[in-house]
């Protein structure tokens, strides 16, 4: 009896020291996994979404005015009457101001007289034509009747004769034809006087200072009484009489870098923020220099703005942002979340695991704030933000997700 109790004592023995055992292991496992989760570090992350991306840069400049100009004077003269003043709005083709041209008007004066003469001239020409075709009308009638009667009876009529009244034909004939030429002459004569005439009214004209535009006179040079010189003498330095600008419509002159060069496009409408008046206009990229400039390696480009009731002014600073590139429905993370070496860029993700892993990923376009994925991540993939140096490969971590809620953080409860 007792050597068959004996095998069954050891056996339960064993058991025992089995379940011991593994009740120590179980214990130790536990004590693992709550120091590692007691060790376990909270990591800030945001999901990958798809979004629209829109790729701009924000440009600053002054407005300046779409045209502006010395207007003055093609004529020298005194300032008889000017009608405007600073600030004064004025129309395409409105009197500015008038000169007086003292010698201009005698000289009209006398193109008048000139053109007087030349009509009498010609009124004498004509009466001369008429007497010379007179003349020899009735001396080629003599000469043509003596020469019929001398065919019809040879010696009727003195040879001397028949000379005489031939001679006389002729020199009829070439008074004729020497009064036609007179009148000719005269009629070119007062085809140059009427064009004489016609200068110095277009002269005349220009004593009379228009504006070239519509526009706001923004500085005025001379008063009444002031001598203008004309302004299309290269060699004298003219004074004007007044600055026009052009007010309903401005150019917005702005410095495009050369990285965001080819990716400008002409007609693009972008929005135009003026800070003094806590405003936003439309305006459109209308022109640009095609060149970069050797100092700031940035391209000269102007945008046209529209100012139909004049709120806005020539000077004036404003700010707007040029769309470059844009993409709709394209995988994006936060500017924060890449790290750049070289070309490559690669972001840390939180696995199913709970541990930190990284990705490299290749980027597409890139905002303010995103960038867009091409490769490397998936829709819903926890990105890890912040501060990146706080985690390791490997790490275990709690994921903390971070919403974006218009530009800013929040974490989700």
């Known amino acids: 009896m007792g050597v068959e109790r004996k095998p069954i004592l050891i056996s339960t023995a064993v058991l025992i020291v089995l379940f011991l055992l593994s009740m120590r292991l179980f214990t130790n496992k536990a004590k693992a996994s709550q120091a590692e989760a007691s ?19 924000t440009l600053s400049g002054e407005f300046r005015p779409y045209q502006e100009v010395d207007v003055h004077a093609k004529v020298a003269g005194y300032i008889r009457q000017i009608y405007v003043d600073v600030g004064d709005k004025v129309r395409d083709g409105q009197v500015l101001a008038i000169l007086e041209v003292p010698e201009l008007n005698a000289e009209v004066k006398g193109a008048d007289a000139g053109i007087q003469r030349a009509r009498d001239a010609i009124q004498r020409a004509k009466s001369e034509v008429k007497r010379a075709e007179s003349a020899h009308a009735a001396d080629h009638a003599a000469y043509t009747r003596l020469k019929e009667a001398s065919t019809q009876r040879p010696g009727l009529i003195a040879e001397q004769e028949l000379d005489d009244a031939l001679a006389k034909d002729q020199v009829s004939e070439a008074q004729v034809t020497s009064a036609q030429s007179a009148l000719a002459e005269a009629q070119s004569q007062l085809n140059v ?15 009379r200072i228009t504006a070239p535009f519509n526009g706001v006179i923004t500085k005025r040079y001379g008063d009444v009484g002031s001598l203008i010189q004309a302004g299309t003498a290269s060699n004298t330095q003219a004074m004007p009489v007044v600055r026009l600008a052009e007010w309903n419509r401005l150019r917005l002159v702005v410095p495009v870098p050369e990285s965001a060069v080819p990716l400008l496009r002409l007609g693009s409408v972008v929005d135009i923020r003026v800070p003094t008046l806590h405003r936003t206009f439309k305006g459109k990229v209308a022109r640009f220099a095609d060149a970069l400039s050797n100092e700031t390696r940035t391209m000269h480009t102007e945008i046209d703005v529209m100012n139909p009731d004049g709120t806005l002014m020539s000077g004036m600073y404003a700010e707007t942002d040029v769309v470059l590139q844009h993409e709709n429905n394209v995988l994006t993370v936060p500017v924060e979340a890449i790290e750049r070496i070289g070309d490559k860029a690669d972001v840390l993700v939180v696995g199913t695991s709970g541990r930190i892993q990284q990705r490299e990923v290749k980027l597409g376009i890139e905002s303010s704030d995103r960038v867009a994925i091409s490769s490397g991540l998936n829709d819903g993939d926890q990105v890890v933000i912040g501060n990146r140096s706080a985690f390791r490969v490997g790490d275990a971590v709690k994921a903390k997700v971070v919403h974006e809620v218009a530009g800013k953080q929040e974490a989700a409860l």
């Open 193 to 207: 006087t009427e064009a004489e005439r016609a200068r110095l009214a277009a002269m005349e004209a220009y004593a």
């Open 39 to 57: 060790t376990s570090r909270v990591a800030a992350v945001t999901l990958v979404r798809r979004a629209p991306i829109v790729q701009s840069v």
